[in-house]
Structures are given as structure tokens and as C-alpha cells.
């Protein structure tokens, strides 16, 4: 049903704002604008957070809904603008390159027509869907690695998430490229227009019509995944959330937590409370 709802919508005849050449591919944005911020007094505001859910369908159990169903909001700079498009799908030339927000990155041949909810300053999204019905989202978390990150710019979580959406033709592919990504490029750059400093590592949702997947991060290139089968449903937020029941974990991060003293290498693997000190860090 997603993959019907996103076909419909990618049907539909769209300029491409995205500017290609043999050596580079880049993104056009608006002119930097610094929109006026409302300060109201002593007035607290309300909780925020950044949550995205994921129903998967053909469950088969009663009452339940026979679609996958997926949503997410967003709690990024309220002065920040989102930029909705449309890119369509293309062939690049061989050895062509990507300019990503921070970094350049080699394109592969052909790229997946795209619609995509991103920040204006930057090249990555926050969330977007592609032609083979494949949804994702993308969250801010932290973890006891987080000191890893520094200040050298990266891949954004962002930045993965439009790469994983565009090369992925299912969830499972998606998360895929995106583990890879991360272990060859890693993750890391500033997330706010206006304040560099503030740098996180990121959580994601991937989803289809028959499976979804929440891919978690730590550090530079570390990261774990579950698999959400159909007729289950799974959210996430701002923080770990994957415990002992994972699918797949990147290499030596049992050790790199073992050697620090966060697990003692022969209970469960709870990665939310091994990485995340049961939420400390998250």
C-alpha cells in the first residue's frame, strides 16, 4: 500500500532541481536567510522530540490493518525552513562523484527517483520515500561514543538517509547501503545552520510493504539493526531502543564495549544498555 501511495506521487511529471555533471553531482538550495526567532517570555515550552512509527502490513492478525503504515514528524530549528521535492530518477556517468552536505562521495550508475523532506541548508533529508515504495525517517540519538564524532565533517545522518533511499530498492537494501556508508565514510558534521557545534549520531526506520528495519548508530561507524516482521508495528525517537534482540551488530563493537567495561562479554548484548548506559546517553 505504501509502495501504491508513493508510485502515484512519483508518477507525477516534476522539474528536477538537482544540477549534474561528469565529475559532481549538486544540490541547488536557496539563498542562506536568517528568519527572525520568536522568544516568548517565561512561557516553558512543550516536549519535543522527533518520533518516527511503523505499522507492517499482511500480518494476517485480526483488526489489523492489511497496508503498511508509516509516519514521522520533526522536531528540527522551528526557524528552519523544509524544503518538500521531487527528484527523478537517473543514470550518472561512470567515476561520477556526489557533493553530499560536507563531503564528496562517489555516485553509483543509477540513482532511484526520490520525494524528499529535508532541512534547506543542507543536502540530505529528513525524511523521504522512492519510486520501489521504500519509506525512511531519521532520528538524533546518542550513545557512550559519542565523543568520536569531534568536529570533523562527515556523512550527516541526513546525508545517509537520502543515500540509502536513493540506491535502496527495498528496506532491507536501504539498510544495507546505509551500514556501508557509514563504515566507509562514517558520520559526523554539523546538524544546525547557525551552530556547528552541534553534531549527534543518528537512528533510523526503513520500511516497505512487507518488512521494516530500525538501523541505530554509535560513534564514527558503529551500529546495530532489528528487523520488524509483518503484522508488527515499532517506533523510535530521540535515543537506543534496540535491546537483545537484534539482527545483525557492526564489527567489534562487543569487544570495544567488552574492553571499556561496559559488558562483562558473556550476558545478552542489550545494546540500548551496553552502548546507551540504559538510556544515559541517550
Known sequence: AIGALHFQTLSQ???CTCQHSHAVRKSTTAPQMRLPTLRVGAIKPPPRSCDTFVFVGNGGEAGAPACT????????PSEEEHIVEFMPAATHPEGSKVQCTYIVIPEVRKTAAVILSRPRWLWGCEMGANEFGVVGGNEAVGSALASELGTEPRLLGMDLLRLALERGRSAREAVDVCCSLLETHGQGGGCEEYDKSWTYENGFLFADAHEAYVLETAGVRHWAIERVPPGKFRNISNGLSIRTEYMSLSK??????????WWDGTSPFDWKSVVGFNGRFS
Open 69 to 76: 503504515l508509516f509516519a514521522k514528524n520533526s522536531d528540527r
Open 13 to 15: 511529471p516534476a522539474k
Open 252 to 261: 567489534d563493537i562487543k569487544r570495544i564495549c567488552h574492553t571499556n567495561g
